[in-house]
T-cell receptor, first 109, second 117 residues
Framework: GQNIDQPTEMTATEGAIVQINCTYQTSGFNGLFWYQQHAGEAPTFLSYNVLDGLEEKGRFSSFLSRSKGYSYLLLKELQMKDSASYLCAVMDSNYQLIWGAGTKLIIKP | GAVVSQHPSWVICKSGTSVKIECRSLDFQATTMFWYRQFPKQSLMLMATSNEGSKATYEQGVEKDKFLINHASLTLSTLTVTSAHPEDSSFYIC?????????????FGEGSRLTVL
């Protein structure tokens, strides 16, 4: 079966760095997405990785290792507004998005 | 970035009535649009894939006669929840893939929260 695993909840301090991990097992691979979702709102696109390595975009970076079925989202200089759920999603061989359950990130002052 | 507009944002209806939700790509053409449903504290679940000019492809367990999808143009897809019941109360979200993109990036609408009384 297809499976995406990510921690249910994480807590971090304002100004710090946090890494959210995602492991996956899917039938085929056409890229991995990270989305941010604030409560009651639609997800917003953060990053897309299809090749191994690190993609940096401002305070957010995303890493992919296809051989290990592993990705992480790195958030630096955390701000209170970063409190949200972070969703990992993999596009399989049929171009279907397989979604993780999301990681709720709580930022404390 | 590309914009997807979804309407209405909130809708409350009586049990047994039908509700239509629109999803529009405002500044790009979308050959494929996706409809998702999210129940509280759960992940997004794909309901169906909507292709312009053809019938939608529904995921297993989603009733095609209850959730009518029409993708009449490259900028508009609609989801109609027919004979809505309280268990259909959920957050419905659409997303679209731009015609010209090769990244597979999806652009999401704002979501529509449906409450069936």
């Amino acid at each position: 079966g297809q499976n995406i695993d990510q921690p249910t909840e994480m807590t971090a301090t304002e100004g710090a760095i946090v890494q959210i991990n995602c492991t996956y097992q899917t039938s085929g691979f056409n890229g991995l997405f990270w989305y941010q979702q604030h409560a009651g709102e639609a997800p917003t696109f953060l990053s897309y990785n299809v090749l191994d390595g690190l993609e940096e975009k401002g305070r957010f970076s995303s890493f992919l290792s296809r051989s290990k079925g592993y990705s992480y989202l790195l958030l630096k200089e955390l701000q209170m507004k970063d409190s949200a759920s972070y969703l990992c999603a993999v596009m399989d061989s049929n171009y279907q998005l397989i979604w993780g359950a999301g990681t709720k990130l709580i930022i404390k002052p | 970035g590309a914009v997807v507009s979804q309407h209405p944002s909130w809708v409350i209806c009586k049990s047994g009535t039908s509700v239509k939700i629109e999803c529009r790509s405002l500044d790009f053409q979308a050959t494929t649009m996706f409809w998702y449903r999210q129940f509280p504290k759960q992940s997004l679940m794909l309901m169906a894939t909507s292709n312009e000019g053809s019938k939608a492809t529904y995921e297993q367990g989603v009733e095609k006669d209850k959730f009518l999808i029409n993708h009449a143009s490259l900028t508009l897809s609609t989801l109609t929840v027919t004979s809505a019941h309280p268990e259909d109360s959920s957050f419905y979200i659409c997303s679209a893939r731009a015609l010209a993109t090769d990244t597979g990036e999806l652009f999401f609408g704002e979501g529509s929260r449906l409450t069936v009384l």
